[in-house]
């Protein structure tokens, strides 16, 4: 909680795809948007470091750090495509779609955190 007493909760950082504009591979390879995935341990490490800095002695206190990596990522691939649902509108940001699926989720994730399960 910051010193107004507001609830912060910070969303990690999506995994990235590349450099590929994701609807635009997944129609050129609509046999296969599997060719558009990448795998986990590169889709990981094109993010930047906000867990890093959330994890510093320097950030401030009570900050509830919500991952959603599982919900994009299985433990080998981060995918382009899932379910029905593309899951990027262009290299680097969720399509509107897809993020809103992920509501129910990132409710889980925030229950998980004392300061948001109680609802106050």
């Given at each position: 909680m910051d010193r107004?007493?507001?609830?912060?909760?910070?969303?990690?950082?999506?995994?990235?795809?590349?450099?590929?504009?994701?609807?635009?591979?997944?129609?050129?390879?609509?046999?296969?948007?599997?060719?558009?995935?990448?795998?986990?341990?590169?889709?990981?490490?094109?993010?930047?470091?906000?867990?890093?800095?959330?994890?510093?002695k320097t950030a401030p206190e009570g900050i509830v750090?919500?991952?959603?990596?599982?919900?994009?990522?299985?433990?080998?691939?981060c995918f382009a495509v899932l379910g029905s649902l593309i899951t990027y509108y262009d290299q680097s940001h969720l399509s509107h779609d897809f993020a809103r699926s992920l509501a129910p989720e990132l409710g889980k994730e925030l229950a998980k955190e004392p300061l948001f399960a109680s609802g106050s």
């Amino acid at each position: 909680m910051d010193r107004k007493g507001k609830k912060v909760a910070v969303i990690q950082e999506v995994p990235r795809l590349g450099n590929k504009n994701v609807p635009t591979c997944v129609a050129t390879n609509p046999e296969d948007p599997q060719a558009c995935s990448v795998t986990r341990d590169k889709g990981l490490s094109i993010r930047h470091n906000l867990k890093k800095a959330l994890d510093s002695k320097t950030a401030p206190e009570g900050i509830v750090h919500a991952d959603l990596t599982n919900s994009i990522c299985s433990d080998e691939r981060c995918f382009a495509v899932l379910g029905s649902l593309i899951t990027y509108y262009d290299q680097s940001h969720l399509s509107h779609d897809f993020a809103r699926s992920l509501a129910p989720e990132l409710g889980k994730e925030l229950a998980k955190e004392p300061l948001f399960a109680s609802g106050s």
